[in-house]
C-alpha cells in the first residue's frame, strides 16, 4: 500500500480557487501515474485527474476539465492540484493514488484501490 500526504484542503466559496499538494511518502513515485480522487458525501469515489510522471502525460474528468490542472514538482516529487472556479459539486474528500502499471486514463477511470489515506477537505460553500 503506498501512502501519501496530501493538504491544502479548506472551506472556499464558489468561484474562488485552491491549491492541494500530494507527497508521496516512503517510496520513489517516478515513473509512476498519479491520481488525484474524491469522494463526496454519500457517494463512491472518483478519479479526477491523473499525471503519468514519466511522459507527463495528463488526464482529468470532464466535470473538471478547463477548471482543475494537475501538475508535478519533479524535484520535490509533489504532484498539485490546482483547483479554480470551485464548484458547490466539487465539495468533497481528495486523496491520492499512484500506480507503475497503468495510463492516465485508466488511472482515473478505471481504478480498483479498496484503500484510501486521510485525504484532505474540500468544502465548496457561500
Known amino acids: 500500500q503506498l501512502e501519501f500526504d496530501e493538504s491544502g484542503g479548506g472551506l472556499v466559496h464558489p468561484g474562488e480557487s485552491l491549491t492541494l499538494s500530494c507527497v508521496p511518502v516512503?517510496?520513489?513515485?517516478?515513473?509512476?501515474?498519479i491520481g488525484w480522487f474524491r469522494q463526496a458525501p454519500g457517494k463512491e469515489h472518483e478519479g479526477v485527474a491523473c499525471?503519468?510522471?514519466?511522459?507527463?502525460?495528463?488526464y482529468y474528468r470532464d466535470s473538471v476539465k478547463g477548471r482543475f490542472t494537475i501538475s508535478r514538482d519533479n524535484a520535490k516529487k509533489i504532484v498539485y492540484l490546482q483547483m479554480n472556479s470551485v464548484k458547490s459539486e466539487d465539495t468533497a474528500l481528495y486523496y491520492c493514488?499512484?500506480?507503475?502499471?497503468?495510463?492516465?486514463?485508466?488511472?482515473?477511470?478505471?481504478?480498483?484501490?479498496?484503500?484510501w489515506g486521510q485525504g484532505t477537505q474540500v468544502t465548496v460553500s457561500s
Open positions: 493514488q499512484a500506480d507503475a502499471s497503468t495510463t492516465v486514463q485508466n488511472m482515473c477511470d478505471l481504478w480498483a484501490f479498496d484503500s
Open positions: 516512503g517510496f520513489n513515485s517516478d515513473d509512476h501515474v
Open positions: 499525471i503519468n510522471t514519466h511522459d507527463g502525460s495528463l
